[in-house]
């Protein structure tokens, strides 16, 4: 039977993002960093191949069922984008829970896509962190709303991007990509996020590279680390609706240097990116190519270091910030 030379769908498009080697804006450094072009899956993000993973493993699971389930999370941006994207092309009903205050793009691509987006109020918002232990998290908020709607209508289902394993087993895939292009790694630099990203492609990694340095990085702005969140007098912290990856994270120590970016650093590199490299990647891109750079200065001459573009400039255009 002859090869397909067609897609049956977009969702094909998922992964195999290119990796493409810097040339402009880490000339100041003597090694090579390359980046993988995450904006470039179908949806702009990075977040298109979790939204698959999670979809298709709870289905096989036995949790959700096409044309009757509704996925319920909440989101920031760019999970909730993949998941109206995915999960619309899945034939599933899909409800973002977002806080106030999310660019106008982000709410009107989910939109598009087919997603219902329910703003939370502020006084929504405050009552409900007085109900978390971990109330640090712009998140948590939705997160308790999501349980409570599981909880209380039928067929609907949280898909828990910040615990899901489905999260950083996709990433494992992301992290052979890597190795495939590359026969050697010495460094990767990530945003910590909900931390599915960091954890599955150090994961992949290191099983190539034991030594493997691992930066990640996470906005200046963040009063309480979000490493230190989860990790209290020696303990580590698991709830409903905090923990997760993230202690995961903690529990295998996966981290070697943890950098805070500000704003000004990673809007900045994300400009050069465009202007310097054709790159049209967003703000969290920046961050992680200025996280690169550091620690290509500390591993040195000849050293190979990894970092990845999450999504698209084009979610920024009305403000810009660096936010995980």
Request: overall charge neutral.
């Amino acid at each position: 039977m002859p090869a397909r030379k067609f897609l049956a769908s977009s969702l094909e498009l998922i992964g195999n993002t290119p990796l493409i080697k810097l040339r402009n804006v880490a000339s100041n450094t003597d090694a090579e960093i390359y980046v993988k072009a995450e904006y470039l899956n179908p949806s702009g993000s990075i977040k298109d191949r979790i939204a698959l993973q999670m979809i298709l493993d709870a289905e096989s699971q036995g949790k959700i069922k096409r044309g009757k389930t509704t996925i319920v999370e909440a989101s920031t941006g760019n999970t909730g984008i993949a998941l109206s994207y995915v999960g619309t092309m899945l034939g599933y009903k899909v409800r973002i829970y977002i806080p106030e205050g999310v660019s106008r793009e982000g709410k009107e691509i989910m939109e598009k896509y087919g997603a219902e987006v329910v703003i939370m109020t502020k006084q929504e918002e405050q009552s409900l962190k007085e109900r978390s232990i971990s109330g640090g998290l712009v998140e948590i908020p939705g997160r308790l709303k999501c349980l409570e709607v599981e909880k209380n209508e039928k067929d609907t289902f949280w898909i828990r991007q910040f615990s899901n394993p489905s999260n950083s087993i996709a990433h494992e895939k992301t992290g052979k990509e890597i190795l495939d292009a590359l026969d050697s790694i010495d460094g990767f630099t990530a945003s910590i996020g909900t931390g599915g990203t960091l954890l599955g492609i150090t994961r992949t990694l290191r099983k190539s590279n034991a030594s493997l340095k691992v930066y990640a990085a996470e906005p200046a702005a963040t009063k309480i680390p979000l490493l230190s969140q989860f990790k209290q007098q020696g303990k580590i912290i698991r709830t409903e609706v905090s923990g997760g990856i993230i202690s995961d994270i903690i529990e295998e120590e996966i981290v070697d240097k943890v950098l805070k970016i500000n704003d000004q650093e990673a809007v900045e590199m994300a400009g050069r990116l465009v202007k310097e490299e054709g790159l049209f990647c967003g703000i969290s891109s920046g961050a992680n190519v200025y996280a690169a750079i550091q620690l290509a200065k500390e591993l040195g001459k000849g050293s190979r270091i990894v970092t990845v573009l999450p999504d698209s400039m084009d979610r920024y255009l009305s403000e810009q910030h660096y936010t995980t």
